[in-house]
């Protein structure tokens, strides 16, 4: 039996799909992974900032950070690719980000059912033991079907 | 309609992303942002991190005016965000306004909605923890 499509793979798959619109624009990029958790980073940068005079990064990139790591965690459990939507998400803010640091994303994929995905993450500025920000969101399936990746990421998953 | 009140509504982030004041409605500040590729999430629909953006700048926003008009300007500190995505935002203009809860000495909550064409449709929805640090 061969399957057509190979298995998700976040270290491969990742940078391609940050590499765009909103994400691309925020400059997102892989930094971890496990088999049910995905880890991005969001390098600190100037028009980024939440506050005038303060060089740390506001709270929305934070957001959309956690969001995306989620849905690649939920890409990384299933090892399918398929189209999902955020239906809710909670971001509680422990302490502020350290001045012109890196923020990183780290979430994990709990559970999944047959239309829902539920998960949980934190974000911190370099120790994952001291998080900025933790958070919990569940995303639903917006379709059934796994979508194959374009061809040259395919080949290149394949070739692993 | 109350004059607009003097202050820095938009943050850096903010600008950048492309979020502007579009008017004031009720003495808080209604923002836009115009679709374009920053704002994309997947084919088609707007990224719900862009979204959340947008609602949290809304609810500082009107945060930021409601305490301008007793006179007090204060920093704030995110204590929570919870979203709620409600439709799929299409390429198109997206708006936003938060109604403050409620404003007490130290902290705010606020509830704040963004939508399309029809503000009886909302796109998101979200209800926010500010922490409020006067300057003295």
Known sequence: ?160 | MADAPDIALLTPYARSLGIALDRWEDNAPVLHVDFSEAVLGRPGALHGGAISGLLETAGYGALRAALAETGREASFVPINITVQFLRAGDEKRSYASARIVKLGRRTANLSVEAWQEDPAKPIASAVMNVMIRDVT
């Not at chain 1, 849905?71 to 422990?94: H, K, M, N, P, Q």
């Not at chain 1, 350290?98 to 923020?103: C, F, I, N, T």
């Open chain 1, 1 to 160: 039996m061969s399957d057509p499509t190979p298995r998700f793979d976040p270290s491969v798959a990742a940078d391609f799909l940050v590499s765009r619109a909103h994400n691309g624009w925020l400059g997102m990029r892989f930094s971890d992974h496990g088999e049910d958790w995905v880890e991005m980073e969001l390098p600190w940068r100037e028009d980024l900032l939440g506050e005038e005079g303060r060089d740390v990064l506001a709270s929305g990139p934070i957001v959309s950070l956690l969001d995306m790591a989620g849905g690649l965690s939920i890409w990384t459990r299933t090892g399918e690719f398929r189209g999902i939507a955020t239906l809710d998400l909670r971001v509680d803010y422990t302490r502020p980000a350290r001045e012109r640091k890196s923020v990183f994303g780290r979430v994990q994929c709990y559970r999944t059912t047959r239309s829902a995905a539920f998960v949980r993450g934190i974000a911190h500025d370099g120790d994952p033991d001291d998080p900025v920000a933790h958070m919990q969101a569940v995303f639903m399936t917006i379709d059934k079907r796994t979508v194959d990746l374009p061809a040259d990421r395919k080949a290149e998953q394949a070739n692993g």
